[in-house]
């Protein structure tokens, strides 16, 4: 897997891969001991990756896979174990009922791996050619942890030093050792690949764009004039909103909206009312700036819901292309767009037709950091 760390230490949901496996194990009733065996070369790594957990030292593994497991397994050899798990580091999601059912299954069998079924079927191919079609029936896809009693595997791991076995239940079968299996568990997947962590992310909930939500209220005065800038739509009417720029209270509402959910600052902040340059300005460029700033964050919106609240002009005849017009100015589309109207019953500035308040709450997703 490409990448400047090894897999094992890719970050997962704000922890490494590896300590998510190391904790499962560690937190299981049934498991007194936890040793992990590590790269001479990511010592460091693992002292980060686990740090705070209480942890023996990590040993460091072999020239192969295999050899790895036997020297895991001398490490141990002190403490007596009767019992013994060998697990890999890349499956960061195994469960404590998965180790349980392998821990059980070892009361009875020398050994125990987690197997799921072959639901695809299996093609033989020939530089993409397909050779034949392999029949499934009595296959399995192994998975880890591969439970063995301990004095069995041993004694099966010194009988095939120098041989090259692909898991430890063939190093356990070579050895005539009888090897159960246990349902597997489809979570308890290996990251081998970029698309295993985000699937690995989206299983441990939340995946890996996070949701967030912002507010924006605003109000603009009414003033002599015969047209209010509304939601981006310019509607005849008996006065006109007064500010320094159009003062298209809505999109301003939905501008401070946006920049809430992505925490950067106000319009005020981003458009100063001193600056000249916005004198009249189309509010329309407020909230296209804030969008552009939320997608320069790699961030899509996700919905927008506006509330314009006034006893004049009517609301409800425009809604429409209100909607029209904020989406194309988020690049969104009508139906993650929300308008909505109300009056305040003759109470309040609004009420006494002073002005328009709008309010809006919009939803976005970002990448998480
Ligand atoms: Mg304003």
Redesign the pocket.
């Known amino acids: 897997m490409p990448g400047e760390r090894p897999k094992q230490y890719r970050d997962l949901c704000g922890k490494t891969v590896l300590r998510h496996a190391l904790e499962a194990f560690s937190a299981h009733p049934g498991i007194s001991h936890v040793q992990a065996v590590i790269h001479p070369d990511d010592a460091a790594d693992f002292a980060m990756a686990t740090e705070g957990l209480r942890l023996p030292a990590p040993i460091h593994g072999g020239e192969t896979r295999q050899e790895s497991v036997r020297l895991g397994l001398e490490a141990v050899a002190g403490g007596k174990p009767a019992k013994v798990l060998i697990h890999d580091g890349a499956r960061p999601l195994v469960s404590g009922t998965l180790i349980s059912r392998v821990i059980t299954a070892l009361d009875t069998r020398d050994g125990a791996i987690p197997a799921l079924p072959v639901n695809d079927t299996l093609k033989r191919v020939d530089s993409e050619q397909i050779g034949e079609t392999v029949s499934r029936d009595n296959l399995v896809r192994a998975q880890t942890p591969q439970g063995f009693r301990y004095d069995a595997i041993v004694r099966a791991h010194n009988a095939a030093l120098g041989q090259s076995l692909t898991d430890d239940a063939a190093v356990a079968e070579a050895f005539g050792l009888s090897v159960a299996t246990v349902p597997g568990a489809e979570d308890n997947l290996k990251i081998t690949r970029e698309e295993d962590l985000e699937r690995a992310a989206r299983i441990l909930g939340g995946g890996l764009v996070e949701t967030r939500t912002g507010t924006g209220f605003?109000v603009?005065r009414f003033a002599d004039g015969d047209v209010v800038h509304l939601g981006g739509i310019a509607i005849p009417h008996s006065q006109s909103l007064s500010?320094h720029s159009d003062?298209d209270?809505a999109l301003?509402a939905l501008t401070d909206a946006l920049l809430g959910a992505i925490a950067d600052g106000d319009?005020g902040a981003h458009f100063p009312p001193s600056d000249p340059q916005w004198r009249g300005a189309a509010s329309d460029i407020f909230l296209r700036h804030a969008a552009g700033l939320l997608r320069a964050r790699g961030g899509r919106l996700v919905h927008a819901d506006l509330t314009i609240i006034c006893e004049a002009p009517k609301v409800g005849p425009h809604r429409e292309a209100m909607r029209a017009r904020i989406a194309g100015i988020l690049e969104s589309e009508p139906g993650r767009i929300s308008v909505k109207a109300t009056t305040t019953e003759g109470l309040g500035f609004t009420g006494r037709n002073e002005g328009i308040a709008a309010q809006a709450c919009v939803t976005v997703e970002l990448p998480r950091t």
Do not use: S
């Open positions: 605003d603009h500010g003062a209270v301003h319009i």
